[in-house]
C-alpha cells in the first residue's frame, strides 16, 4: 500500500488494521507514526482498537453447555466400548 | 511435518487408547471453538450442536489415522466444517466469501460526522474524537465480553467469518486466506471493518 500526502485522522481510522498488520510500506509506516505524535485522538484510536483486538480474543469462554458435554461424553463412552 | 505440541500430541496419545481424561480435556480445550466454527456454518443453536456432537464421532473415527500433518486444532476445525457441510444444513448464511468480500464498498470505520469537514480549517480531522475507556480488567469483564459477542453475531457473514478465525481463535490471515479463498486485501479489509464495529460497539457500551 502506497499512500501519497499527509494523512488526515479519517484516514488514519482505515489504516489501523494494515498498520497493525505491518502492511505498509516503510515510507508510509513511518507518515502514520508521524501522525500518532501530534494526533492524540489517533493515537487512542489506535490504543483501542488493539485493546479491542485482545478483548476479542477472550470471548471463547471455554465451556460448552452442560448438557452439550454430557452427550459427547456418552458419545465417547459408546464409541470406546464399540 | 509433524506440528503437533506436546501437550496435544498427549491427548491425541490418550484418546487413541480410549482414556476418558483425554477426550474430556480435548472437549474442553476445543470444543467451545468447534461449536463456534460450527454456527459459521448453521443459523440455529441447536443444529451447531449437533454438528459439533457429529464431528465429535467423526473425530473418534479418524484419531487412529491423524498423523499431525496439521496442527490438532486445524484439524478438528476442518472435521467440524465438514461435518456441516455434508449434512446438507449450509444455507443462505453461508454464501461464497470472495464474492461478499465486495460488500465493503462505502463502509466506514468510524461515522463521517465525527471528523471536520471539507469546507473547514482541518478537513478530515478529529471533530468528536474518541473518549478514553475503562482500564483493561473492566474491558475483559464478562459484561463487556457480551457486547463484543453480540456485535460479531451482527456482522456480515465474511467479516464474521474473519474476524471470528483471526481474532477470536487466533489463526494466522494466511490460513483464514486459505480457507476462506480470501486475496490478501480482502482479507484485511474484511478483518479492519469488523474490528472496527466491534470497536464501536465497546464505545457506544463505555461511553
Keep these: 500500500m502506497r499512500l501519497d ?6 484516514e488514519m481510522v482505515e489504516l489501523v488494521t494494515a498498520y497493525i498488520e505491518n502492511a505498509l510500506e516503510p515510507v508510509d509506516r513511518e507518515r502514520f507514526e508521524e501522525h500518532l505524535v501530534f ?7 489506535l490504543d ?8 476479542t480474543g477472550r470471548i471463547d469462554r471455554g465451556r460448552l453447555p452442560a448438557d452439550l458435554e454430557e452427550r459427547l461424553l456418552e458419545a465417547f463412552r459408546g464409541w470406546r466400548a464399540s | 511435518m509433524h506440528v503437533l505440541s506436546p501437550e496435544d500430541a498427549r491427548l491425541v496419545d490418550g484418546l487413541r487408547a480410549g482414556d476418558e481424561a483425554a477426550f474430556a480435556a480435548l472437549m474442553r480445550e476445543y470444543g467451545a471453538g468447534m461449536l463456534r466454527v ?15 456432537q457429529d464431528a465429535w464421532i467423526g473425530v473418534l473415527r479418524g484419531i487412529g489415522r491423524f498423523e499431525g500433518r496439521s496442527s490438532l486444532k486445524t484439524w478438528l476445525y476442518r472435521i467440524v466444517a465438514n461435518t456441516a457441510k455434508t449434512r446438507g444444513v449450509r444455507e443462505a448464511r453461508s454464501v461464497p466469501f470472495s464474492a461478499l468480500a465486495a460488500e465493503r464498498e462505502g463502509e466506514h470505520a468510524v461515522d463521517p460526522d465525527r471528523f471536520i ?14 473518549q478514553a475507556w475503562a482500564p483493561e480488567p473492566e474491558l475483559l469483564e464478562t459484561e463487556t465480553l457480551d457486547v463484543i459477542e453480540r456485535a460479531i453475531q451482527q456482522l456480515p457473514p465474511a467479516q464474521r467469518a474473519v474476524i471470528t478465525m483471526r481474532d477470536v481463535q487466533g489463526f494466522t490471515a494466511e490460513e483464514v486466506r486459505n480457507a476462506l479463498d480470501l486475496s490478501e486485501t480482502n482479507q484485511r479489509v474484511l478483518l479492519h471493518r469488523a474490528r472496527s464495529k466491534v470497536r464501536n460497539a465497546l464505545e457506544e457500551y463505555m461511553g
Design chain 1, 5 to 10: 500526502r499527509e494523512l488526515a485522522c479519517n
Design chain 2, 38 to 52: 460450527a454456527q459459521m456454518f448453521v443459523s440455529s443453536r441447536t443444529d451447531a450442536e449437533e454438528v459439533v
Design chain 1, 39 to 45: 494526533c492524540d485522538g489517533c493515537d487512542r484510536y
Design chain 2, 117 to 130: 469537514g471539507s469546507g473547514e480549517r482541518f478537513p478530515g480531522h478529529w471533530g468528536v474524537p474518541p
Design chain 1, 48 to 55: 483501542q482498537m488493539r485493546a479491542t483486538i485482545v478483548a
